[in-house]
């Protein structure tokens, strides 16, 4: 037997719950803790500290 095409009901639940696990491996829910603590010499922190310094001298 051939292949059989999904209905469109079978198609879009293929479709969204493909795009729903993507979005939950993509999602990064920071809670407190050690393993979710921002290093203070991150490239973040030192973004930041920039911008902060660029608005104070305006």
């Known amino acids: 037997m051939g292949v059989t095409r999904l209905k469109r009901k079978d198609r879009k639940n293929k479709t969204t719950s493909r795009l729903e696990v993507q979005?939950?491996?993509l999602a990064t829910n920071l809670e407190p803790g050690s393993r979710s603590a921002e290093p203070k010499n991150s490239q973040i922190a030192k973004n930041?500290?920039?911008l902060a310094k660029a608005v104070a001298a305006k």
Do not use: D, E, R
Request: no cysteine; hydrophobic share 65%; net charge positive.
């Open 23 to 25: 979005f939950l491996k």
């Open 48 to 50: 930041n500290a920039a």
